[in-house]
């Protein structure tokens, strides 16, 4: 749903049902996202040392680390164009702008869980997180 106030912190807000349809597609670009971050941190150490001087940076080396960040920069955009927010990689935490009660505030998901179910105040973090009443 996007809404055209322009009081509102973000552009597009989602139902909670349009956050629900988004959550295969969150779980496989988080899936993306820890994949070129670990394929990023392995060839991070190498890296150093093929910046020294005299040293070559291109291979096979250099080639993976392109496009794991390629890749790591795709899947960013995917949440970026959709105001979709990535609060931790590693627990899947996930946020979608929308409404409760007429305020604007994010929907929350954590990977694992079933369901969107908790919403917090855009200041809030976690520990905000509050049933929605279902």
């Not at 990977?111 to 509050?130: F, I, N, P, Q």
């Amino acid at each position: 749903m996007n809404s055209p106030s322009l009081n509102h912190r973000f552009r597009r807000h989602y139902t909670r049902e349009e956050a629900r349809q988004m959550i295969p597609s969150v779980t496989g670009w988080l899936d993306s996202l820890l994949r070129s971050r670990a394929d990023l941190e392995k060839a991070g150490v190498p890296m150093e040392g093929l910046l020294r001087d005299g040293c070559s940076v291109g291979g096979n080396l250099a080639r993976r680390y392109l496009g794991a960040f390629l890749e790591l920069q795709a899947v960013l955009r995917e949440f970026s164009t959709r105001e979709i927010f990535v609060k931790d990689i590693e627990r899947g935490l996930i946020d979608f702008p929308a409404f409760v009660a007429g305020r604007e505030v994010f929907l929350c998901w954590e990977k694992g869980e079933l369901d969107v179910v908790y919403w917090h105040d855009l200041d809030a973090g976690y520990s905000g997180r509050t049933p929605l009443d279902l």
